[in-house]
């Protein structure tokens, strides 16, 4: 026969905890730990190279290194050859090239006098004279070029002129000016060298 068990009167001044704390966790026991046995005396751990990974990166970052250093040999220097090739352009320009030029001998000495007065060398006189004709030296190698024709009812002739001699002038004149005076002559219509600067000179020396 059970007994029904009567509820306790309520205490005053005590309070029913609304969470009660939950039982804290066993500790784990942890397994001991076996001492390691020693090992004998010259046995070592063997490592195989061969299928060790580690060389394999090695080898590939050496390969990754080296393949910048192949893509900066294949790329061309600029800067070295365009140097280069402005100091040879500078010095070709610059060098000293002997010419000889055939003007009649009056003109060769008032081309020497003038120089000799100017205290400049007959090179300057000659680019002087360019120069100051520059946009008539088409006339004047035209003037020049003109000369009378004799006609003896068979032939035309052209008379030499008489009292008049040809000299040669020799000058030393940059490479690049030549240039310039080469073109000249092919521009304005010029048979040679010499029949420009005798074209400019007449008219720069009267």
């Known amino acids: 026969m059970t007994t029904r068990r009567e509820p306790m009167s309520p205490i005053a001044g005590l309070k029913k905890p609304a969470d009660l704390p939950s039982p804290s966790a066993r500790p784990r026991t942890l397994a001991p730990v076996p001492t390691p046995s020693p090992d004998p005396v010259g046995e070592q751990p063997v490592v195989d190279l061969a299928a060790s990974p580690a060389p394999a990166k090695e080898a590939s970052g050496g390969s990754a290194k080296a393949e910048p250093s192949s893509k900066s040999a294949g790329r061309p220097r ?9 100091a040879a352009r500078s010095a070709s320009a610059d060098t000293m090239r002997p010419v000889s030029v055939s003007v009649p001998l009056t003109m ?20 002087d004279a360019l120069v100051a004709h520059q946009d008539r030296l088409t006339g004047l190698v035209a003037a020049r070029s003109e000369k009378p024709t004799v006609s003896d009812g068979l032939f035309d002739r052209t008379p030499g002129t008489k009292g008049e001699r040809f000299v040669g002038v020799s000058l030393r004149i940059k490479a690049g000016n030549l240039e310039v005076i080469d073109q000249l002559a092919d521009k304005h219509g010029a048979d040679s060298r010499s029949q420009l600067v005798a074209a400019a000179l007449s008219a720069y020396l009267s």
Do not use: C
Request: net charge positive.
């Open 78 to 86: 600029k800067s070295r050859p365009e140097k280069a090739t402005a």
């Open 108 to 127: 060769a000495e008032a081309w020497r006098d003038r120089a000799k007065r100017d205290r400049t060398s007959q090179v300057n006189v000659l680019l």
